[in-house]
């Protein structure tokens, strides 16, 4: 499968993952990851539920490490280092690689606050008005709030909130957004903005979503890993990625039957 | 399931109509006896009310503010409604303000400790667990132990002492809100936070901490009014004084300890203000009470 990967996935990579095992407790929850993520391209993780697809996104900017019984073996590179190596520093780390979740979560703060937090944590020197705007424009925020950027984050729609949560995460300028179904909780009006908002992203940023939603997979990723998961004799469910390729390959040719299976609708 | 098992009055087509069954009048009963019980509950308390006001209002002048206890007086006396108590308002804020001094910053520290730093790991219960063992201990006892620690080494009561035993009588009310408030905010606001990059000590500074505020100060507020109306453990570390004191380290008059020595006393004028202090102490409270819901409503 690897030699199958390489072959296809043929570009500058931002993440190298090489066998990794990733446990709670004893508890095997993803095994044998390998995987290359690509570079100004957007990968999906797809797969039915439980089958470790967020795990695997989170272990790319360290929130795992919020989980007490997390551990993980293998090694996650990231521009070839070693993510998990001791002399990472996690906050670091979740600079360059900025996550967007599934529920969008601004602070209760002003918008304008919410899209300065991460800025001034950094110390930012710069004009924030400035910096405050072109994330707002970037996040295709601008129109809908220029005229109440002292409002309330959370008072926004839930679509404005996800896209405020993209704009926060861009002004810290991460190298890489990594979205935990980023639109799950958002009405199809609003979850096509963000589709549209991570193709123009896509040029600046290397991005990798987790979706549940097979269409959004095939419209708007390059790459996708199909996640699948096994259960052993004591019920335990460990998930593995089962194939990955490019995502027209996944969607139109895929090799393994349990994929065709699954992008066709058949079952998960 | 036929629908012979069923009794003959829930046979199908039946009336939508009301009907007076042995069910609605047990229902009928039984919500008339919770309501008699829930006024029941509170005739405790609007009569203590009625008790207080009506024995205090008539004291109730500006003076009271401003004025010294006075010598007691026969009820003819032209001075029998003279004085106040002027010098125990100030006492109670004293004794009050150096205990919440004392307590919140320790408070919220540790309940910052107990909820985003050891949060479900031994020590934390460990400590949860003795923070209310700390909150069971009756008064009286914090104030024995403020006496020998504070009272016996400095050889004086003073206010002091009897802010410190507040201290530890208002710590595990702390302690124990400010944990819940902290524990309450969302934790996808905490995960929002460190996915943009901030260490752990910013993620509470920033954001947990201000979303939190409102509920630990309803819980700092509802501690500092119950500790203002305690009694027990100022008798013997603040004691009294029948003179203004701005000194902590000095004996000092509160409302409580006030109301202790004056109603016990033979002295007319002396029980009248009693009364009166009593009245003071008892809106001090409602109106901390009534902030504390204030704060919580406006959230």
Same mark, same amino acid.
């Given at each position: 499968?690897?030699?199958?990967?390489?072959q296809?996935?043929?570009?500058?990579?931002?993440?190298?993952?090489?066998?990794?095992?990733?446990?709670?407790?004893?508890?095997?929850?993803?095994?044998?990851?390998?995987?290359?993520?690509?570079?100004?391209?957007?990968?999906?993780?797809?797969?039915?539920?439980?089958?470790?697809?967020?795990?695997?996104?989170?272990?790319?900017?360290?929130?795992?490490?919020?989980?007490k019984?997390?551990?993980l073996?293998?090694?996650?590179?990231?521009?070839?280092?070693?993510?998990?190596?001791?002399?990472?520093?996690?906050?670091?780390?979740?600079?360059?690689?900025?996550?967007?979740?599934?529920?969008?979560?601004?602070?209760?703060?002003?918008?304008?606050?919410?899209?300065a937090?991460?800025?001034?944590?950094?110390?930012?020197?710069?004009?924030?008005?400035?910096?405050?705007?072109?994330?707002?424009?970037?996040?295709?925020?601008?129109?809908?709030?220029?005229?109440?950027?002292?409002?309330?984050?959370?008072?926004?729609?839930?679509?404005?909130?996800?896209?405020?949560?993209?704009?926060?995460?861009?002004?810290?300028?991460?190298?890489?957004?990594?979205?935990?179904?980023?639109?799950?909780?958002?009405?199809?009006?609003?979850?096509?903005?963000?589709?549209?908002?991570?193709?123009?992203?896509?040029?600046?940023?290397?991005l990798?979503?987790?979706?549940?939603?097979?269409?959004?997979?095939?419209r708007?990723?390059?790459?996708?890993?199909?996640?699948?998961?096994?259960?052993?004799?004591?019920?335990?469910?460990?998930?593995?990625?089962?194939?990955?390729?490019?995502?027209?390959?996944?969607?139109?040719?895929?090799?393994?039957?349990?994929?065709?299976?699954?992008?066709?609708?058949?079952?998960? | 399931?036929?629908?012979?098992?069923?009794?003959?009055?829930?046979?199908?087509?039946?009336?939508?109509?009301?009907?007076?069954?042995?069910?609605?009048?047990?229902?009928?009963?039984?919500?008339?006896?919770?309501?008699?019980?829930?006024?029941?509950?509170?005739?405790?308390?609007?009569?203590?009310?009625?008790?207080?006001?009506?024995?205090?209002?008539?004291?109730?002048?500006?003076?009271?503010?401003?004025?010294?206890?006075?010598?007691?007086?026969?009820?003819?006396?032209p001075?029998?409604?003279?004085?106040?108590?002027?010098? /125990?308002?100030?006492?109670?804020f004293? %004794?009050?303000? @150096?205990?919440?001094?004392? #307590? $919140?910053?320790? =408070?919220? *520290? &540790?309940?910052?400790?107990?909820?985003?730093?050891?949060?479900?790991?031994?020590f /934390?219960?460990?400590?949860?667990?003795? %923070?209310?063992? @700390?909150?069971?201990?009756? #008064? $009286?006892?914090? =104030?024995? *132990? &403020?006496?020998?620690?504070?009272?016996l080494?400095?050889?004086?009561?003073?206010?002091?002492?009897?802010?410190?035993?507040?201290?530890?009588?208002?710590?595990?009310?702390?302690?124990?809100?400010?944990?819940?408030?902290?524990?309450?905010?969302?934790?996808?606001?905490?995960?929002?936070?460190?996915?943009?990059?901030?260490?752990?000590?910013?993620?509470v500074?920033?954001?947990?901490?201000?979303?939190?505020?409102?509920?630990?100060?309803?819980?700092?507020?509802?501690?500092?009014?119950?500790a203002?109306?305690?009694?027990?453990?100022?008798?013997?570390?603040?004691?009294?004084?029948?003179?203004?004191?701005?000194?902590?380290?000095?004996?000092?008059?509160?409302?409580?300890?006030?109301?202790?020595?004056?109603?016990?006393?033979?002295?007319?004028?002396?029980?009248?203000?009693?009364w009166?202090?009593?009245?003071?102490?008892?809106?001090?409270?409602?109106?901390?009470?009534?902030?504390?819901?204030?704060?919580?409503?406006?959230?």
């Open positions: 499968m690897t030699s199958n990967l390489q296809s996935v043929q570009t500058d990579n931002v993440f190298h993952t090489e066998n990794v095992n990733i446990y709670y407790g004893d508890f095997l929850a993803v095994k044998e990851v390998n995987l290359d993520v690509p570079k100004n391209a957007i990968t999906a993780f797809i797969g039915p539920s439980g089958c470790g697809k967020s795990t695997v996104l989170r272990c790319f900017n360290r929130l795992n490490d919020l989980i019984s997390f551990h073996d293998g090694k996650i590179l990231y521009h070839g280092q070693d993510l998990y190596a001791p002399e990472i520093d996690a906050v670091e780390v979740r600079r360059q690689i900025g996550m967007v979740f599934q529920q969008p979560n601004p602070f209760p703060k002003s918008i304008y606050d919410n899209i937090f991460g800025p001034r944590l950094l110390g930012y020197k710069g004009d924030m008005d400035e910096l405050v705007e072109r994330s707002l424009k970037r996040g295709a925020l601008w129109e809908d709030v220029k005229d109440k950027l002292k409002a309330m984050g959370t008072d926004i729609s839930g679509g404005q909130q996800q896209r405020l949560c993209i704009a926060r995460a861009i002004a810290v300028q991460p190298e890489v957004i990594l979205m935990d179904e980023p639109c799950a909780a958002l009405d199809p009006i609003s979850t096509l903005k963000i589709e549209d908002l991570m193709q123009e992203l896509k040029e600046d940023y290397t990798v979503i987790v979706t549940h939603n097979m269409q959004q997979a095939s708007a990723s390059d790459y996708t890993a199909f996640f699948n998961v096994q259960a052993n004799e004591k019920g335990q469910r460990t998930g593995f990625i089962e194939e990955y390729d490019r995502t027209e390959s996944i969607f139109q040719s895929p090799k393994k039957k349990a994929t065709q299976e699954y992008v066709s609708g058949r079952f998960g | 399931m036929t629908s012979q098992e069923f009794p003959a009055s829930l046979a199908k087509g039946r009336s939508l109509e009301r009907a007076v069954t042995s069910k609605t009048i047990f229902s009928n009963v039984m919500t008339g006896l919770v309501f008699a019980c829930a006024l029941l509950a509170l005739i405790p308390l609007f009569a203590l009310l009625f008790y207080v006001i009506s024995k205090g209002a008539v004291r109730l002048s500006p003076q009271l503010f401003t004025q010294l206890p006075p010598p007691p007086f026969p009820r003819d006396s001075q029998f409604s003279s004085g106040g108590f002027g010098n /125990a308002i100030v006492g109670t004293m %004794t009050v303000g @150096l205990g919440s001094l004392i #307590s $919140i910053p320790f =408070g919220i *520290f &540790a309940a910052i400790y107990l909820s985003e730093f050891a949060r479900d790991t031994k /934390a219960n460990g400590i949860n667990f003795f %923070t209310n063992v @700390l909150s069971g201990v009756p #008064s $009286i006892v914090m =104030g024995v *132990f &403020a006496y020998s620690l504070i009272v080494a400095t050889r004086s009561y003073s206010a002091m002492a009897a802010g410190f035993a507040l201290a530890v009588l208002m710590l595990p009310t702390i302690v124990r809100t400010s944990a819940e408030a902290l524990e309450a905010v969302p934790s996808n606001l905490r995960q929002a936070s460190v996915g943009l990059g901030a260490s752990s000590y910013q993620t500074l920033k954001v947990i901490l201000p979303a939190a505020i409102p509920a630990i100060v309803t819980g700092i507020i509802l501690a500092i009014a119950r203002a109306g305690e009694t027990a453990p100022i008798i013997f570390t603040a004691l009294f004084s029948n003179f203004w004191n701005w000194d902590p380290w000095r004996p000092t008059a509160t409302l409580s300890v006030l109301v202790y020595n004056f109603a016990i006393t033979p002295f007319a004028n002396w029980q009248e203000l009693a009166a202090a009593s009245l003071v102490l008892i809106t001090l409270v409602l109106f901390a009470n009534v902030l504390a819901r204030w704060i919580i409503r406006k959230r």
